[in-house]
């Protein structure tokens, strides 16, 4: 058996995660989220945490809209090599408190969707949390 370190471990999994993606546009589906979690371990991708603490698991980028551009890449003829960079770049973990999870959630409704004008490849992966005021380390 082949000892890989951790980062190689996340990259093959965020690889077999982008060509989960890859099945899933063939054959028509649209798979759920969840699937982040059964391939990925929190514990290589958490990067940060908030400086009022707490515990949640914010997404920097939330999950659906790296699904979905995963689609739109694999639609536009993009690689699995294309799309497993983009899903690592957009990838990550930051531990915040309910409260600022609220703030995103409800008072900013930004649970599934980022802030406006910001775009893939180009835009702040962390635009959600620092246009919130959400400090995190």
Known sequence: MTKHTQTEKKQRAIKRLAEIFLDHWEEGRVGST?????????????????????????????????????????QEGKMIEDVAKMIEKHLAIVLISEEEKNLLDKQLGWKTKMPEGWVFGSGDPFLRLTSSGIEFS
């Open 34 to 74: 969840r699937i982040f979690e059964h391939l990925i371990p929190d514990e290589w991708l958490i990067c940060g945490k908030s400086t009022s603490g707490g515990r949640y698991r914010e997404h920097i980028v939330p999950c659906v809209l790296i699904r979905d551009e995963s689609i739109k890449m694999y």
